[in-house]
């Protein structure tokens, strides 16, 4: 009997294609100049990027990028890996796939940007409804809007999360739930350090937590590891009292190693109601000073 076409891709044949060219296709696809903050004029030909504006993100010659889609570059190095991954916006599973396809182990993460883009401080600051922070891998608070500054006020130095937690005298009045919160805050840690294994800031931290609070100490050699997680998180603020929000958390795109925290309310809810007073309060602080 004639054997009828399936419409489907053996596996073989996927496996003996260009798998690293179509990828790199496909990702640089779903990117708009307007994403990577490159100008757009005129009729565009392709959709998302150009092999020659991916090329000039990377910094490398648009003629060898150009030879990676087309199969006829298949050894590209670590570093050339990781310039393409910040190009693309490539989240960590896309980055570890792509150095896969390149038969290439992949290193360690570069150090994260210790400065917030432009746009995204514009993001947190017209988020007023809700307190809103960017952490980096040391869960260091790097960027806040003014809500998220009112939430942390009771706190001595608000300056980095897990300092906060294990080693501010406010810490366990302000988290409810204290031992469930710190436990979360090690595991982000735990899992940080998986993914930055050579990031110094991550390094200094743990090493003071651990000789300054025995409860880090124990909590860390658990060895508990898990990242970005949706909970519900209370806290007793001693302005306005309880707030019950909700945590979450979104990888920064444009800056591998950064994580956007909103804890939102809601809608409607006494929380939300805490929080417009809040913001008031500390607004009109502000002002007089």
Do not use: C
């Amino acid at each position: 009997m004639p054997r009828h076409s399936t419409g489907i891709t053996p596996i073989v044949g996927w496996m003996n294609g260009n798998n690293l060219g179509e990828f790199l296709r496909a990702h640089r696809s779903r990117l708009r100049p307007d994403d990577v903050g490159l100008p757009s004029y005129g009729p565009r030909r392709v959709t998302g990027l150009r092999r020659e504006e991916v090329a000039v993100l990377a910094g490398m010659n648009s003629d060898y990028y150009a030879r990676l889609e087309q199969g006829r570059e298949r050894t590209p190095s670590a570093q050339i890996l990781d310039a393409i991954s910040a190009a693309l916006r490539l989240d960590e599973q896309a980055r570890e796939h792509l150095f896969r396809l390149a038969g290439t182990a992949p290193g360690p993460r570069p150090a994260p940007p210790e400065k917030v883009s432009r746009p995204l401080r514009y993001l947190l600051d017209a988020h007023t409804s809700a307190p809103a922070f960017i952490l980096n891998p040391a869960k260091d608070l790097i960027a806040v809007n003014a809500l998220a500054e009112a939430m942390f006020s009771p706190f001595a130095d608000a300056g980095n999360l897990a300092r906060m937690t294990f080693l501010d005298p406010a810490a366990r009045g302000f988290f409810v739930g204290w031992e469930s919160f710190a436990t979360s805050i090690v595991a982000g840690l735990r899992h940080s350090a998986g993914l930055n294994p050579d990031y110094p800031r991550l390094h200094e931290l743990i090493a003071t937590l651990s000789a300054e609070s025995d409860t880090f100490a124990a909590l860390w050699e658990s060895h508990t590891v898990y990242g970005k997680r949706q909970d519900p998180v209370d806290f007793e603020h001693p302005e306005v009292g309880r707030l019950s929000l909700v945590s979450q958390s979104f990888d920064v795109r444009a800056a591998p190693g950064q994580m956007l925290v909103v804890y939102e309310p809601e809608p409607g809810s006494p929380s939300a109601q805490a929080l417009r007073l809040l913001g008031t309060v500390h607004a009109t602080e502000h002002q007089r000073r």
